[in-house]
């Protein structure tokens, strides 16, 4: 289904359903809401989507489709109430897809690039991004723009990379499964969960063992629910431990000697990340290391009871 230009327009409800890919090179208006739905392809040539009410587009209802940008257009979309995009390959395939919304937009794709802000710039936005059924989104590029706060009220990626206009951006229950990148007007974030080494370039670098964290991001300062791998001095930065992680991880790793006389082996307890100690009442672990310092210091540990890792 093409439209070539013109306007659509009614000031009640305005349903599209098609079973081919619906390319929009007019002006499609619905007084009471939008709702467009295709088989395959919804492709933004030009036009765009429009509503006093809530705006929802999906493609793809055969498992495969994409919502494309217009190239050259400025605003794709305007909705006044709440939007909802939904497409199993992308949201923003060749071209970033723009809209514009009073206060909320759900976004549910594999791959999602996306320009969202408010109208007026004076609302607050929160959004919902993650795959369809609420896994992770593989790559994410978002900018994302509101003159009083921006929040994800669900933020599942594996990568992603947000550019945000605001003075606040929130993240009470962000989940990554590689890193995410947030930028601020005056300085860059990145929190990973696969590798820990410092990635240089940022103004912040954290880790989180799980890929859950938080984030409170502020004009000048930055809260995070992750160790710090690297933070500037000039910006107010706190972590969770509020400690460096190198510290943190080597107090973690440390063996701690819980128990040794001249009678008993040599018993030690392994802390580490979230790894809990065996249930077992008699079980212990041994370990194999290297003994810095002088041999007649290291009493044997024996086998007897103990299961080994």
């Known amino acids: 289904v093409n439209m ?3 306007t659509l ?3 009640g409800q305005l349903n599209i359903a098609t079973s081919d890919t619906l390319t929009i090179g007019g002006d499609i208006f ?3 809401g939008v709702g467009l739905s295709t088989l395959n392809d919804v492709v933004f040539a030009g036009g765009s989507v429009s509503s006093n ?5 999906i493609a793809g209802t055969d498992g495969t489709g994409s919502i494309f940008g217009s190239a050259t257009s400025g605003v794709d979309i305007i909705a006044l109430g709440a939007l909802t995009l939904q497409a199993p390959n992308g949201i923003g395939e060749g071209s970033p897809l723009v809209a514009q919304v009073t206060s909320h937009a759900t976004l549910l794709s594999s ?3 996306a320009d969202i802000s408010t109208t007026p710039l004076a609302n607050p936005l929160s959004l919902t991004v993650s795959d369809i059924g609420g896994g992770p989104a593989a790559n994410v590029v978002m900018h994302v723009a509101s003159d009083k706060q921006v929040s994800f009220e669900t933020f599942n990626v594996g990568i992603a990379e947000i550019t945000a206009e605001t003075p ?3 993240l009470p229950n962000g989940n990554i ?5 947030f930028n601020m007007p005056h300085y860059a974030t990145r929190i990973d969960t696969l590798s820990r080494a410092q990635h240089l370039g940022y103004d912040v670098n954290a880790f989180t063992l799980n890929g859950v964290f938080s984030l409170n991001a502020l004009e000048n300062s930055v809260a995070i629910d992750a160790f710090i791998l690297i933070k500037n001095p000039n910006l107010q930065v706190m972590g969770n431990p509020t400690d460096y992680v190198e510290n943190t991880v080597e107090e973690s790793l440390q063996l701690q000697q819980i128990g040794r006389n001249g009678n008993n082996p040599l018993q ?13 009442d008699d079980v212990l672990v041994n370990v194999t290391t290297d003994w810095i310092g002088p041999t007649s210091q290291l009493a044997p540990v024996t086998t007897e009871n103990k299961k080994e890792i």
């Open 30 to 32: 619905g007084g009471l």
């Open 168 to 170: 606040s951006l929130q």
């Open 4 to 6: 070539t230009g013109g």
């Open 9 to 11: 327009s009614t000031g």
């Open 268 to 280: 030690f307890e392994i802390g580490s990340f979230g790894l809990a100690a065996p249930d077992d």
């Open 53 to 57: 009410n809530d705006v929802r587009i």
């Open 177 to 181: 499964t590689n890193y995410a990148v």
């Open 111 to 113: 791959n999602i690039n």
